[in-house]
């Protein structure tokens, strides 16, 4: 099972591009990452997801270099409304128990 | 198309109580999980289910129990309720490996 670590926590300021940076050295083959966001008091919600190299759509990218240590979600011209918990999923897509793994998760407050 | 549906919404359990959280999802996915969250802490993975009739223990199922008799629905018994288990439970369902959806959740209190 591959360990995810994040940041705690951080801060930014409206208008600013956030980059959250995912470590998880021992990723396997079969392993997808995968990205969440939380709001306080809802249930998670799913932003991006990536195997490799870099993955966009409307609310994010993801970039994924070429040995899939690391991953990183960024997030273009945040607003007050993106202050929520960002978690960094990694799991194996062959058992479903081991692709919803969460950790800790990323704290991310956006400032005026 | 409601999504993922969990009731109740809040509950208060004494401590010896046992109860069940309902969770029914409309998008004939096949597989659902269920997920504890601490306060200030990340999601647990209590059970889930990749299918009518097939369920399997997550990294916390201890005092849980649940059953998957048709795909839309997927309860979670709480028997002998303990302080332990106050928290808030979270229900998610998915077609495949991708994306997950999850309900609004259920706070318990164990008193």
């Known amino acids: 099972l591959a360990k995810t670590t994040q940041p705690i926590s951080m801060d930014s300021y409206e208008g600013q591009e956030v980059n959250i940076t995912c470590s998880h050295n021992?990723?396997?083959?079969?392993?997808?990452i995968t990205w969440y966001q939380q709001f306080p008091s809802q249930g998670p919600r799913f932003i991006i997801q990536?195997?490799?190299t870099k993955v966009t759509n409307e609310v994010a990218s993801l970039f994924i270099p070429a040995d899939r240590k690391s991953s990183t979600l960024s997030l273009p011209r945040v607003s007050l409304s993106d202050t929520a918990v960002y978690y960094c999923?990694?799991?194996?897509?062959?058992?479903?128990?081991?692709?919803?793994?969460f950790g800790g998760g990323t704290r991310l407050m956006v400032k005026p | 198309n409601a999504g993922v549906t969990q009731t109740p919404k809040f509950r208060i359990l004494k401590i010896g109580q046992s109860m069940t959280l309902q969770c029914t999802q409309d998008?004939?996915?096949?597989?659902m999980y269920w997920y504890r969250q601490d306060p200030g802490m990340g999601l647990k993975l209590i059970y889930y289910?990749?299918?009518?009739?097939?369920?399997d223990k997550g990294e916390v199922p201890n005092g849980y129990n649940v059953s998957r008799s048709t795909t839309e629905d997927f309860p979670l018994r709480l028997e002998l309720a303990a302080p332990s288990q106050t928290s808030v439970y979270f229900c998610?369902?998915?077609?495949?490996?991708?994306?997950?959806?999850f309900g609004q959740g259920t706070r318990l209190t164990v008193v």
């Open positions: 998610a369902s998915s077609y495949d490996y991708t994306e997950a959806f």
């Open positions: 021992n990723i396997a083959t079969n392993d997808y």
């Open positions: 990536g195997y490799k």
């Open positions: 999923l990694v799991g194996d897509i062959r058992n479903a128990g081991n692709m919803l793994t």
């Open positions: 998008m004939n996915h096949n597989y």
């Open positions: 289910s990749v299918g009518a009739g097939i369920t």
